[in-house]
Each structure stands twice: as C-alpha cells, then as structure tokens.
C-alpha cells in the first residue's frame, strides 16, 4: 500500500509537500476545506499510475518546470516477497535509507519535511511488524524520470556507489536515478490503481469496456472473450466461410471475390473480439433492479448513481476478481449528491471494499466516517500562513487524537472537524439505527474497552451490524448523550437499533439526568461488593461507589493469570502476585482478588504505565475461551442487543 506521498509543485501544492496517508491501516480518508488538496492527491496517484496528464502548479505554469521540477514520489509499504534479483536489492536499498533517514540527513530546506516523514515513520513502526515489508519512496518528475525526492541524498549515494565515493557527492544524478527504473516499472505491474473523480459520468464509467470496470474484475474483455471464442473456433468460422467463397468461384466460373493481394486475408482473433465488444458489450449499460422492472443507470437520480459506482466495485472485487491485494482505489467524495442517511452505508461498503483490497483512499466533506469506522487513518488537511499542514487521526482511537491534535496544534485543526465530527457522528447513529436492518451501537470510554467488547461481541459485529466507538472519557460520554438524546426525541418511533453508552464509575463521578428510553442506554458500570457482582446503573443511580474501570470488571481468574504474563517486564509493580497460591475465583477482577489497597495501588501503578491498558487488553482478549465465565454484565448487554 501507499502510505504517504511527496508532491512537488502538483496541482495546489507549491514546493515540496509529504502528505502522509496511513500508519497502520488500508482505508484511508483525507479530510479539509474546499480547495485544500484532497483530490489533489488522488490525481496524482493517477498521473503516476495511468500516465494521466500531469496537472501543474500555477507557479509552475509561470516560472517554468525546470526550475520548480514538479514531482510525485509515493512511499510504498510492501511485502518482500513481490520482489527478486537486482529489484530486491534496489528495494532493499530505498528501504534501508527510509528506515534510516533523520533531519540532519537533508539540506536545511528539507529538514521539516523529513522531520514530517521520520515522525510518520515512527508511529508506523510502533504499530505494523516491519519485518517482511519494504517501505520504497520511489516516483517519477516531470519529464518522466526516475526519482526519489529528499531521499536523494549521501545515505543513497553511499548505498548506490560505495562509500568510497567522491565525499563531495551529496546526490544521485539523473542518469543514476534511472538504476531504480526497473524497480519503478515492477511496482507499476504489481499495484493497480482505480481512480473515481467526483464529477465521473457514472453511466460511462461502468461500461463493461472501460479500462476501470476490467480493472475491478481483474480481466480484460480480451482474456474473457480468449476462453470463450478460443482460436479453434475463429478458425472454423474461417474455414467455413472460405468454402463459401470457393463455392462461389466455382459457381462464377471465371470469377471470384478475392483480396487484392495473393495471399488471401482471413479473420484474425483481434478483429472478432473487436468486433464482438463494439457488437455485444457496447449496446450493454448498467440497470438496476427496481422492483419487477429494470431501470438504466442514467435514469437513477445522482446519489443512486453514485451509490451504484460504489455496489459495482464492491461486488466485482468481491465476487468477480481473484484477489484485490494489489488493487489501490482513489474515490474522490463517495458522500456526493447522497442523503445523510445513506452515509454511513456508503463508507461502510468502502471499508468493506477496503478488506478486500490493498487500500481505499478517498477525500471527503462527511466527517460522521471518523467515529464509525473500527480500523483505518484519516489526514486532515489545512493550511497555515499559506503553507500546507496535515495532521493524521488512527480511527481506532480518533477522539483521543482530535483531543491531543487540538492541543497540540493551538487551534490550527479546522473548527469544522471539531465541530462537524461531533453532529455528523450522532446524525450518522441516529440515522443507522433507523430500518429493518438498523445498526447497533456501543460507545464506550477508551480504547482498551473496545478491545474487549469487541472480543466478547465479536459474533455482534456482523450479525447485528455492531459498531464498538470509544470516544475519549466520561465526558465526552456526557457530551454525546446530549446530543443524541435531543435527536432521539425526534425519531423515537423509527428508531429500531439500540444504542448504548457505557461509562466507568470514576472518583470523580460525571453526573447526568438519563432518561428511560426504549432503544438508548446510558449505563454506568460499578462494583457492588454485597451481591460481588458488576451492574449496570443509570448514570445518576446508586451506588455511585466504590470506582469501577473495566478492569476491575472483567473475568478475575483470566485477569489475574494475563497480570502473572506481565510480572517479568513489571517486577516492581507486579512481584507481588507470585505469592498469590489461593485459587481465583471468575468473579470481577476487584472482587475476585482479595488484594490490600496498597497492592492494587501497585497494579494501577502499572496500568497507568505507557500504553499497558491496552497491551493487557490485547493479551486478556487472546486467552478467552470457554472455560472463562463470560462477565453478567457482558451478558446484560447481549440480552439488549438480541
């Protein structure tokens, strides 16, 4: 996949630009104002792929392409094995320099562009094992070539030519660029690349004989008409219409209806298959089913059209095409010309696309994806003093990160991702619970809660199209029952999906009026140490005691036995528990263990350590199985969402 790019003076980017697209996951959204960039981004991917015109900076336009150099350099992140010979060593090469590179590596007026890749780089490396993968900045400039942006640099020419080389070399010349032609020309044949502009003719785009179609289902009209009007029979066609003719030289005696030259012309397979798409597959447009009867696609209104070109791609990918794993799709704003309601389908059906394929790249103005997608990244574009920024969300946790992004950047994000994240989130729950076939939604504090709701209601997921959102704290908890209480009012009789909000009990409880409705729950988990069980409470319900995290509510046997995994690596938090020999009980962890105050100050020591609460939940999650008692209160849930 492609998990940042540079561009240099494409489109509206002046200078060098990295914009970065992925740390992690393969649906990737690129967010901000009108005008910002966003599609920009994908064009390039299609100058670079499908050699489409190039779309220059004004400045370029004026000043000239030898001084600006317009350029467009992906960094690819891909498997070892798609390569071999002298490719790998190439590859291998770009890799070791992208893992490597650091500021002081690059002339002064690159230093915070690499400063912007190295800290990409970074938080990549926390999150994907690297070690079968090649990360490969590799592109192509104006004139068609070969080159690799601030990458170009001593490292390379090191690497390249030795280290015996001229000290005075800072940089590969344009003639030694061209060594990594080869390794450019086979990633071009293993990746494919869909691009699907906003303002696509959907009637002509899914034409059976367009380049994009055959690209989806992963054969050409040529390799299907090859296996089902093989040679064999062009050749009895041939030889039947040729005794045709000679019977009718016979007939005419001195006559015959030759070719001018001696060597009589035949036909020849390319011209039956030409002759068959211009016949059979151009006079076929896409219909859609509508009740009895079918209806063209240029007869559908303009959402319906673009829904279509979405339903296409996902059912050819899906059903048709051997694999989508070297499949990349650019969608400029699948959103467009779509009711809100009808959001939140179309990007699930882009996520989904998304597994099946290398990676989904889209740009977008409908900001209700952030919150409703498990896995995936989203760039947000803005600029600063004319100058191009991009912040980059995990969507996994992207309430944390719009809190911490808005701290850190004083204000800079856009107000509308704050603002628009929030009301584009409740319109999208409001309007997916609504249906036959509405979604259900948990919407939990943070990022460990979801790693084990998600195991306990993994079978959820699918059967009742489960969605599991953590949105950063208590708070936020509070803000979003607010919101979405005041839209509930208004479509309480449609609404058909639960949603519920799961908050811990904290020493410092966030209290709030709930009120009783059918379909929305707002629960608070706390311990009660009388029935040593964990309930579910409203909010503003008794007892508002002792403090309960979902730690202290899950199973205590499983959790004391993943705490033990971590002795080794915690011992001054943790040595304790090697001399617990009583037997634990499957109650909640808090009850089940029979701890001083001063211990479980201990295990909160740890928790609160790094990102410990969620590495213990990814091992807690690996270990479930049959003989763990399932918590009541995980229960209690299922029973609402049955």
């Known amino acids: 996949m492609i998990i940042g790019t540079f561009l240099r003076y494409y489109k509206t980017y002046q200078g060098i630009n990295y914009i970065p697209i992925t740390d992690e996951d393969k649906f990737c959204g690129l967010v901000g104002n009108n005008g910002i960039g966003k599609s920009s981004v994908l064009e390039s991917l299609d100058t670079f792929f499908n050699a489409k015109p190039w779309n220059l900076n004004t400045v370029t336009k004026k000043s000239g392409k030898s001084s600006t150099k317009p350029q467009i350099v992906p960094v690819f992140l891909l498997k070892r094995s798609y390569f071999s010979g002298d490719e790998l060593e190439k590859a291998e090469l770009l890799n070791a320099v992208a893992i490597n590179i650091s500021e002081n590596d690059v002339s002064p007026s690159l230093k915070s562009h690499a400063k912007a890749f190295v800290e990409h780089r970074e938080r990549l490396i926390q999150r994907v094992d690297l070690s079968d993968l090649l990360i490969i900045p590799l592109g192509v400039d104006y004139k068609g070539g070969t080159t690799i942006s601030l990458f170009n640099n001593r490292m ?90 000679d019977k009718l030289a016979q007939e005419l005696e001195i006559y015959s209806y030759r070719t001018p030259t001696d060597r009589q012309q035949y036909l020849k397979k390319n011209d039956v298959y030409n002759l068959i798409i211009q016949s059979f597959f151009s006079t076929r447009k896409l219909h859609k ?161 979801k790693v084990y709701l998600s195991s306990y209601f993994k079978d959820l997921i699918d059967s009742k199209r489960l969605r599991i959102v953590p949105v950063g704290g208590a708070k936020e908890i509070k803000r979003l029952y607010n919101h979405l209480s005041t839209s509930y009012e208004d479509f309480q009789e449609e609404i058909s999906g639960k949603i519920i ?53 899950l199973n205590g046997k499983l959790f004391f036995e993943t705490l033990c995994t971590f002795i080794e690596s915690y011992p001054e938090q943790l040595s304790f528990l090697n001399d617990i020999t009583d037997e634990i009980s499957q109650e909640s962890s808090k009850i089940a263990l029979d701890l001083k105050a001063s211990q479980w100050n201990q295990i909160e020591q740890f928790f609160d350590m790094g990102n410990n609460k969620f590495w213990f939940s990814q091992r807690y999650t690996e270990s479930i199985d049959d003989k763990y008692d399932v918590p009541s209160w995980i229960e209690e849930i299922r029973g609402w969402l049955s």
């Open 156 to 245: 390379v020419v090191e690497r390249l030519l030795g280290e015996e080389v001229d000290p005075g070399k800072t940089s590969l010349s344009d003639d030694e660029l061209e060594s990594f032609l080869p390794l450019l020309n086979k990633i071009k044949a293993i990746v494919d690349y869909i691009y699907i502009p906003r303002e696509i003719e959907p009637e002509l785009f899914t034409k059976l004989e367009t380049d994009e179609i055959q690209v989806l289902m992963g054969e050409t009209l040529i390799q299907i008409l090859s296996e089902r009007v093989p040679q064999k029979q062009i050749n009895e066609i041939n030889s039947s219409l040729n005794s045709f003719i």
């Open 289 to 449: 089913k509508q009740g009895e009867n079918w209806l063209e696609i240029s007869s559908l209104s303009s959402g319906e059209k673009q829904k279509a070109i979405i339903d296409v791609a996902h059912s050819l990918l899906n059903k048709h095409r051997d694999t989508g794993a070297n499949l990349i799709i650019g969608i400029d704003e699948p959103e467009s010309s779509l009711h809100m309601s009808a959001c939140f389908d179309q990007f699930d059906a882009l996520y989904e696309i998304s597994r099946d394929a290398m990676q989904v790249i889209f740009s977008s103005h409908w900001y209700g994806f952030l919150p409703t997608i498990e896995t995936g990244s989203a760039t947000v574009i803005s600029k600063n003093d004319s100058m191009h920024v991009f912040d980059m969300i995990n969507l996994a946790n992207y309430r944390e990160q719009i809190k911490q992004l808005t701290a850190s950047s004083r204000g800079r994000l856009p107000y509308d991702i704050r603002l628009k994240s929030i009301n584009d989130f409740v319109q999208s729950v409001i309007t997916s619970a609504i249906g036959e076939t509405p979604f259900n939604w948990i919407i939990c504090e943070g990022s460990s809660e």
């Open 501 to 553: 909000l799961l908050s811990d009990t904290d020493a410092q409880l966030v209290n709030y009026d709930v009120k009783n409705y059918p379909n929305l729950f707002c629960k608070r988990m706390v311990n009660c140490m009388q029935t040593r069980s964990t309930k579910l409470v409203n909010i503003q319900a008794n007892p508002v005691s002792p403090s309960t995290e979902i730690e202290d509510a």
